[in-house]
Structure formats: structure tokens, C-alpha cells
């Protein structure tokens, strides 16, 4: 409905995007883990949804409100390509986001579910970007699972750059009557932004119940998270190391170091790979290391074919996986696995 006497010209100019990724691939472990044992079930091939990114659906907008200011929105769904369901999220419609913000030259404000300022630092020092198979969203989600990654109620603030260092705030409430503390989370992060060098630091503080713990994937592990982390681009070749804690209340205080590179072979052909060893400071016994390599080749701006190998190693009461679906935990001992698929952009 148009206001009495106002001019149609006088509306702020809108704009929505409707975008997502497609991504499917195949599958073989030579092992896979009995929940009963510990120990290998035999090996596998399988249909797996998402082996590079997680496939999705999403709009996003963003509405000119003068002044440099702009309204902002995202809703985004995490689906299965294997089977239509809900996946690569947890398990709501638009459960990846779910925000609306204002964005300006002071910096941009979110309120909704987001991403934590703690996840957004550990991906960008990644040396595979976070890849669904062999990354270290892999060993994300081995110790705190979606916590940290989606956080419902959220708050958020991220200055501007000012003289290279960008900082960003989370608060998350918990929406627990009478108990401020069940379910809250925060998080920040400070970047550094030099020429070629960026180097982020960034914390998580989270605890259990709230209302996120009803939701069909629960975001509420206890832990502490702290990491810090470094890239550098040379030309085509970008080098990211990194150290990230996740100390979990009553379980493991897993600390990971992890390391690689990313090199452009030509503008349509990409190869990276990366270390990622786990140590948990409660237990020595208790550790993994996982390794994988990956190859991209672009048959156009949208659509990309990709194989990639790795291996995982786990010793004590580790059982961290290969991929994000259906090899997210395995067995003690090595196991190792190829992934190959095509991932199409929209």
C-alpha cells in the first residue's frame, strides 16, 4: 500500500537474489565405524551429498536507505541432494540463516541466526576452505558439531576496516525464562589485513540449553573456543597455518594445528591440501591426524568437476572422520578415502 501523496519515485531502491549451490559425489572409505566397537564395519561406497560444499538454497536482499545505509536480509536452507531432505544444517527450513541487519559505514549490525565470528575466522584460515571432505570443517564438527557454526537469537557487529584491523561481536541468547545463562553464547574476532598478509584471532564461550536446544540439531555443546591464524598470497599460491582450541566441557580440550596451500594452475584448474593434527590436552593417547589433497577444474563460472583424496589416522578415544555425510566419524587406526563430484553454483 503506497502512503497518501507520496510520490512512486520517492522509494528506496531494493534488490533480491535467489541463489544456491548444487553439489553431489561419490564416496569409498576403506573403513567405516561400528558405534558398538570402535572398531572398522568394512568398507563403503556411497552416494554422498555435498563432497565440496554444502548444497543450499537461499535469497538474500538489500534495500538503499540513504546516507550510505542499507537494510540487509539472508534466508538460507541447507538441503540434501540425495534425497530432497533438509541437510548441511540443522535441520530447519532456512536453517543455515536467518537474519535481517543494517549496513553503513560505521560497520553492519545482524540480528538472527548467523555464523559466529569464531567459525567465519576458523574458515577463512583453512586451507581447503572448508571442503566437505578432508578440511577442517570435518574436525569442526568431530569436537562441537553445529555449535558455533549456526547460532539462533544472535546478535552481531562488524566495524569496518580501519587501518587493516576489522573486529566483529556475537551474542546469542540463550531464550531460557529466568536462567540468563542456559544456551548463551558470544564470540568475537579481530583481522588483520596487510597487502598480501591477513591474521585473524577470535573466541567462543558457549553453554548448554536455551531454546537452540530444542531445535531438531541441537547448537549447544559447552565449550571454550580460541584460535589464531594466518594466510599469505603469493600470486597464484595462498599458504594458511592455523591453531584452534575446542575444549569441551566434560569431554575432550582438543587442540588443533593445521597447515597448506591452494595453488592456481591455470584460471580453470585449482590444487590444495593440508595437515590438520588433533591433540587433546586432557589425554595424550588421544589424538589424530588427518591429510587431504584436492583438485578442482571449472567447466564454467557456475559449474566445477573435483576429486580428492585424503587419509585420517586416530589413536585413543579419537574417531574423527574423512567427510562432513557419511564418513564424519571412523574407526581407530588409518583410514582412507577418495571423493569425486560436480558442484554447480546458481
Known amino acids: 500500500m503506497r502512503a497518501v501523496g507520496l510520490p512512486q519515485g520517492a522509494y528506496a531502491q531494493s534488490s533480491v537474489t535467489l541463489y544456491g549451490i548444487v553439489d553431489a559425489s561419490l564416496l569409498y572409505t576403506n573403513k567405516t565405524l561400528d558405534p558398538a566397537t570402535g572398531q572398522s564395519a568394512g568398507h563403503q561406497y556411497s ?11 537461499g535469497m538474500r536482499g538489500a534495500e538503499d536507505l540513504g546516507g550510505g545505509m542499507r537494510a540487509i536480509f539472508q534466508l538460507e536452507s541447507g538441503i540434501s541432494v540425495a534425497t530432497g531432505a533438509l541437510s548441511n544444517s540443522n535441520d530447519n527450513l532456512f536453517g543455515r540463516l536467518a537474519y ?15 555464523f559466529s565470528p569464531f567459525f567465519l575466522a576458523v574458515y577463512d584460515f583453512d586451507p581447503r576452505d572448508m571442503a566437505y571432505f578432508g578440511s577442517g570443517l570435518v574436525t569442526y564438527l568431530n569436537n562441537v558439531y553445529v555449535t558455533g557454526l549456526f547460532n539462533p537469537n544472535g546478535i552481531s557487529y562488524t566495524s569496518p576496516e580501519i587501518a587493516g584491523l576489522q573486529a566483529s561481536a556475537m551474542l546469542a541468547l540463550g531464550g531460557a525464562a529466568g536462567d540468563f545463562q542456559a544456551g548463551r553464547q558470544y564470540s568475537a574476532s579481530l583481522r588483520y589485513h596487510l597487502g598480501a598478509l591477513t591474521v585473524d584471532a577470535a573466541l567462543y564461550s558457549g553453554n548448554a540449553g536455551g531454546s537452540a536446544a530444542s531445535i531438531p540439531v541441537p547448537s549447544v555443546v559447552e565449550f571454550n573456543g580460541r584460535a589464531i591464524g594466518a594466510s599469505y598470497v603469493f600470486n597464484d599460491l595462498t599458504v594458511k597455518a592455523s591453531y584452534v582450541q575446542y575444549k569441551v566441557a566434560g569431554s575432550f580440550n582438543s587442540r588443533v594445528y593445521s597447515g597448506g596451500a591452494s595453488y592456481r594452475i591455470t584460471p580453470a584448474l585449482n590444487v590444495d591440501a593440508g595437515v590438520w593434527v588433533t ?11 588427518l591429510a587431504s589433497t584436492g583438485l578442482t577444474y571449472s567447466l564454467s563460472k557456475a559449474t566445477v568437476t573435483y576429486g580428492q583424496v585424503g587419509f585420517v589416522t586416530n589413536h585413543g578415544g579419537m574417531h574423527n572422520g574423512l567427510s562432513v555425510n557419511n564418513a564424519l566419524n571412523l574407526p581407530t587406526g588409518t583410514t582412507a578415502g577418495v571423493n569425486v563430484g560436480i558442484r554447480h553454483t546458481f
Open 100 to 114: 535481517v541487519g543494517v549496513e553503513s559505514r560505521f560497520g553492519t549490525v545482524k540480528a538472527g541466526l548467523q
Open 279 to 289: 591433540r587433546d590436552a586432557n589425554e595424550t593417547s588421544n589424538n589424530s591426524v
Open 47 to 57: 552416494f554422498t551429498d555435498s563432497g565440496l560444499s554444502g548444497s543450499r538454497f
